[in-house]
T-cell receptor
Framework: GESVGLHLPTLSVQEGDNSIINCAYS??????FIWYKQESGKGPQFIID?????DKRQGQRVTVLLNKTVKHLSLQIAATQPGDSAVYFC???????????FGAGTRLAVHP | DTEVTQTPKHLVMGMTNKKSLKCEQH?????MYWYKQKAKKPPELMFV???????INESVPSRFSPECPNSSLLNLHLHALQPEDSALYLC????????????FGSGTRLTVV
């Protein structure tokens, strides 16, 4: 299930289940979006990106969906594994600027 | 080479010290960034360099001074910091204009005492 802590919401899933992490972005002019995974003590690691002229993009075990109407982004992880446990951030790049702004983040906890 | 390398990995400094953080990439990226990240928070943009020129300063206090000596290097000079400046400082680079290839380093964990 999902819970909202003081600073970071947490999504708890069972190993093997599919995970869906959601993100609301702020700028309707943003035209490029990235999902990052960040493990403890490490920098953000690129997972998948999508441009605003697309609604969906698939990678290996991951899918990103973009709904520009409601300014919503989601990351779907298939067959979640313990190694997927981390904090996941969405980030948006406002058109015309090299300005990548991060969302609040969601902690994904995968239980065996 | 597809990495952004940051040094040092850890730094402890006093409030009267002067220190520098270093960042290097050899991917041919022409945009480089400094972010600050507090615990359980997202990275916050500090500075953007585009073609070695400062293009964005997100109202960062002057005790943080960025420098881009060439297209592969980015420094962050620190002076008279406060304990609340303790954080993970992340460097990133990307292709300019194409808005792609954003790659982050592992960061420098800074503690101000």
């Amino acid at each position: 299930g999902e819970s909202v802590g003081l600073h970071l919401p947490t999504l708890s899933v069972q190993e093997g289940d599919n995970s869906i992490i959601n993100c609301a972005y702020s700028n309707s002019a943003s035209d490029y979006f990235i999902w990052y995974k960040q493990e403890s003590g490490k920098g953000p690691q690129f997972i998948i990106d999508i441009r605003s002229n697309m609604d969906k993009r698939q990678g290996q075990r991951v899918t990103v969906l973009l709904n520009k109407t409601v300014k919503h982004l989601s990351l779907q992880i298939a067959a979640t594994q313990p190694g997927d446990s981390a904090v996941y951030f969405c980030a948006e790049n406002s058109g015309g600027y090299n300005k990548l702004i991060f969302g609040a983040g969601t902690r994904l906890a995968v239980h065996p | 080479d597809t990495e952004v390398t940051q040094t040092p990995k850890h730094l402890v400094m006093g409030m009267t010290n002067k220190k520098s953080l270093k960042c290097e990439q050899h991917m041919g990226h022409r945009a480089m960034y400094w972010y600050k990240q507090k615990a359980k928070k997202p990275p916050e943009l500090m500075f953007v360099y585009s073609y070695e020129k400062l293009s964005i300063n997100e109202s960062v206090p002057s005790r943080f001074s960025p420098e881009c000596p060439n297209s592969s290097l980015l420094n962050l000079h620190l002076h008279a910091l406060q304990p609340e400046d303790s954080a993970l400082y992340l460097c990133a680079s990307s292709q300019d204009r194409g808005r792609a290839g954003y790659t982050f380093g592992s960061g420098t964990r800074l503690t101000v005492v």
